[in-house]
């Protein structure tokens, strides 16, 4: 099994270390480059929200904010196209 990991420090973590030995012949850490922003879907999954629920748009709070991106995401609770496209999911 291969895991495609960004490389946030936590990934790179001493305790994970033993359990990464043990199961080595089953398990390879695949980092992505440094920034890469363009390799992790969930950017891409976020620069469209942020396109299609925050931009031209004036929030007086923060709770307002929240609310236009949960109505995004409430949009695409069900699989469909959009973000199947973004994660490169056939």
């Not at 033993?18 to 199961?23: M, Y």
């Not at 469209?48 to 307002?64: I, Q």
């Amino acid at each position: 099994m291969i895991v495609v990991l960004d490389n946030a420090r936590y990934h790179h973590a001493l305790l994970l270390a033993p359990f990464l030995r043990r199961h080595t012949q089953h398990l390879r850490l695949l980092f992505l480059p440094p920034y890469s922003p363009q390799l992790a879907p969930i950017e891409r999954v976020w620069k469209l929200t942020r396109r299609l629920a925050t931009h031209n748009r004036y929030f007086a709070t923060l709770p307002e904010v929240l609310e236009a991106v949960n109505a995004c995401f409430d949009r695409w609770r069900r699989p469909n196209t959009v973000l199947r496209r973004l994660c490169c999911i056939t």
